[in-house]
């Protein structure tokens, strides 16, 4: 297990923990700690920003034991488990895994499975050759709609410095984990209140990919954004808090 570099707002209540995309840090979630408030943490996952990176190969079970032992350290019972992508796969274990420990699930374009092995094999081979770096044009192109990286250059520039920060081995590591990673029989498992949230041209986790997840939890709420790809949080911030905070039941929260 791994002690994992993360941003703490205190407050009073359940907390907010945020796990991000693979080749994120924690501040992809600045707008929401800045608008939302505490309790609230966001991680860095293992590799990411400022969390050591341990060899590979990773599985998301590995990554989520990482985040229960960081909710132990934090003396943290429950909480409202915030994932995107890689990160709502993690949020996924833990709800079905330790049911208790979740109070509430916001799952942002995530996946029960994100492609297959091979694809995520070869752009581990790709990230071992070439780095980091290489992959900031074309994540840029899965993370927003088209034109907003040129309307917003310096998102664009905080994003491609992130995804060149992420470390190789841990980048290839965690696509060892999205690779193997099949969450749709624990979907039935999960028990907390979930939203499940899509990007309409999202061509990472496109809606009927993220609609899987929604329809394998019961009762789950699941919502479509318009003009927005991978990474909504960034794209469409106050709206993504907004959710966020309508599930965790204090809609007052947001302005
Ligand atoms: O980077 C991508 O292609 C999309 C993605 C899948 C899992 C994740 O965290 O990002």
Redesign the pocket.
Same mark, same amino acid.
């Given at each position: 297990m791994v002690e994992l570099a993360h941003t703490v707002l205190p407050g009073d209540g359940i907390p907010l923990v945020f796990l991000g995309?693979?080749?994120s840090d924690r501040s992809m979630w600045q707008p929401q700690l800045d608008e939302l408030g505490g309790p609230a943490l966001a991680v860095d996952l293992r590799g990411h920003g400022g969390s050591p990176a341990p060899a590979g190969p990773y599985t998301v079970a590995e990554l989520a034991m990482d985040v229960i032992e960081l909710l132990d350290r934090g003396g943290i019972d429950a909480a409202h488990l915030v994932g995107l992508?890689? *990160?709502g796969a993690v949020a996924q274990w833990i709800a079905a895994n330790e049911p208790d420990r979740v109070s509430a699930l916001s799952l942002f374009c995530t996946a029960a499975r994100?492609g297959t092995q091979p694809m995520w094999a070869e752009r581990a081979a790709l990230v071992r050759r070439d780095g980091t770096a290489s992959l900031a044009a074309s994540?840029l192109t899965?993370w927003f709609t088209p034109g907003f990286a040129v309307a917003h250059p310096e998102i664009a520039a905080r994003c491609t410095a992130m995804i060149a920060n992420t470390d190789d081995e841990a980048y290839a590591g965690c696509c060892a984990a999205?690779g193997e990673w099949d969450g749709r029989a624990d979907l039935a498992r999960i028990t907390a209140p979930t939203l499940v949230v899509a990007g309409a041209d999202d061509p *990472?986790?496109p809606p009927p990919v993220v609609a899987e997840v929604a329809e394998g939890i019961a009762g789950a709420e699941f919502v479509v954004l318009d003009d927005a790809a991978?990474l909504p949080t960034l794209q469409h911030p106050r709206l993504v808090s907004a959710l966020i905070a309508r599930r965790h039941g204090n809609p007052g929260s947001t302005s």
């Open positions: 995309s693979i080749a992508s890689l *990160g994100f994540a899965r999205l *990472g986790t991978h």
